[in-house]
């Protein structure tokens, strides 16, 4: 009798299929890791064969590259080595990617002038999307040579959505007639940086203010102009946040045209730079402090306390930061200085324990950094025991949560961390 071979059940095989992401999805990740990378603030003629790091991305599918486009032609970089193969591209080739534009930065240095080209105007002209415009060192020569490009930039500034311009570099004259004619009534946020006076032009002082009403944030780096001291030059209600940076040559007062309702102050300076006049009404609510240099912490703390005494309304403070980077000299080649002493604490301390007792000083960040010369392993400080300095001399503030502390000390030559110490301020718990 033959015998049947018994079969067990069919073991049936399933083939995962991997659903797709939805596209939703996909263009979330590929935003997120556009906002993580800081291609778009450098000149890419720097490293030229650098490419944005969606490009690669973007050729996946057709789906993904019109997700990636925007992000990738987000910012145009021009400079003087590829200005007429980079317009001349986007305005015969590509016109059609002027849409996704939304940042021009301009690099374009007199002595290496591109030719000018009659097309210029019109290639600007279609940025109509465009929000910031960047107009770096050595340009305002230039456009006296180069009118098209000239009239190119005039179109970029009347583009609807401007919402952003940076000049650096620019002599303007004594009237600041040429500074107004480039300044668009839709600015949000405006910063100068070393801005001069010249002879040339206009001297007359403005007869009416500019009015700039969507103005909120500005910026003045190393500004000097006669500009500042007019009671008269722009009108900006709605200004919210003024940073302003200068040097030690040149002393730096408050513009009599800065609103009194402005509620955030940034000052970038070194102790031995002069107490700026803050004038009588101004009484921001949030104000920082940077000091950097060559300087022992005394100066520091003594200078950061005359700049908030100098205030017309200290307290009205509500959150303090303090900055400080101390740049120890290159003959220093021990740890000797590179945190403050218990003795220079108590000074910076006393200060704060008053503010915060008379005043409504709600928040108090200090951040200590001392770039040093020597090698890491010569100034390996005891990380614990300058948390302890501090937990000493800030007891009061520590105790009362207000205070919250980091001390780091790197080197000037390499990217390396030598003491990092920190305090933070107790996360306030919610009551049930």
């Not at 992000?71 to 591209?89: C, D, E, G, K, Y």
């Not at 990617?97 to 240095?109: A, K």
């Not at 279609?126 to 005039?154: F, M, P, W, Y």
């Not at 070393?194 to 969507?214: F, H, K, V, W």
């Amino acid at each position: 009798m033959a015998m049947s071979a018994t079969r067990g059940p069919e073991r049936r095989v399933l083939h995962h299929q991997p659903g797709k992401l939805p596209l939703e999805v996909i263009a979330e990740i590929i935003a997120t890791v556009a906002d993580g990378t800081d291609f778009d603030s450098a000149d890419p003629d720097r490293d030229p064969d650098v490419h944005h790091p969606l490009a690669d991305a973007s050729l996946v599918s057709r789906t993904w590259n019109t997700i990636c486009r925007p992000h990738v032609f987000h910012t145009l970089s021009i400079s003087s080595t590829n200005t007429s193969a980079r317009l001349h591209f986007l305005h015969f080739d590509a016109p059609y990617l002027s849409d996704h534009i939304r940042t021009v930065r301009l690099w374009l240095e007199g002595e290496y002038a591109c030719p000018d080209s009659e097309w210029y105007p019109a290639c600007f002209g279609r940025l109509t999307n465009l929000r910031a415009l960047h107009v770096d060192h050595g340009i305002a020569s230039l456009l006296k040579e180069q009118e098209l490009l000239a009239a190119g930039i005039s179109a970029m500034l009347a583009a609807p959505c401007l919402r952003k311009l940076v000049l650096r570099g620019w002599d303007f004259s004594t009237g600041a007639s040429d500074l107004f004619a480039m300044l668009p009534p839709t600015l949000e946020d405006l910063m100068l940086e070393l801005i001069s006076a010249t002879t040339e032009g206009d001297t007359a002082q403005p007869t009416s203010p500019l009015r700039l009403y969507a103005l909120r944030h500005l910026e003045l780096q190393a500004v000097f102009h006669p500009m500042l001291t007019s009671t008269r030059l722009i009108d900006c209600p709605n200004l919210q946040r003024l940073t302003a940076g200068w040097y030690a040559y040149q002393s730096w007062n408050l513009p009599p045209w800065i609103p009194d309702t402005l509620s955030e102050l940034v000052l970038r300076a070194a102790p031995e730079c002069n107490i700026p006049d803050f004038g009588t009404a101004i009484k921001p609510s949030a104000v920082t402090i940077e000091p950097s240099g060559e300087m022992s912490y005394l100066e520091v703390f003594v200078w950061i306390q005359d700049c908030i005494n100098h205030l017309p309304f200290p307290g009205c403070i509500q959150t303090l930061t303090l900055n400080i980077f101390k740049q120890q000299s290159a003959s220093d080649d021990d740890c000797e200085g590179l945190f403050p002493t218990p003795s220079e604490y108590e000074v910076l301390c006393s200060f704060l324990v008053r503010l915060y007792e008379g005043g409504g000083v709600r928040r108090i960040t200090l951040n200590m950094t001392a770039a040093v010369h020597a090698s890491a392993a010569e100034l390996r400080v005891d990380a614990g025991r300058e948390a302890a300095k501090v937990e000493t001399a800030f007891a009061m503030l520590l105790e009362g949560n207000v205070l919250d502390v980091c001390c780091m000390s790197a080197s000037c030559h390499v990217e390396d961390t030598i003491v990092h110490c920190r305090i933070p301020r107790r996360e306030s718990v919610k009551s049930m």
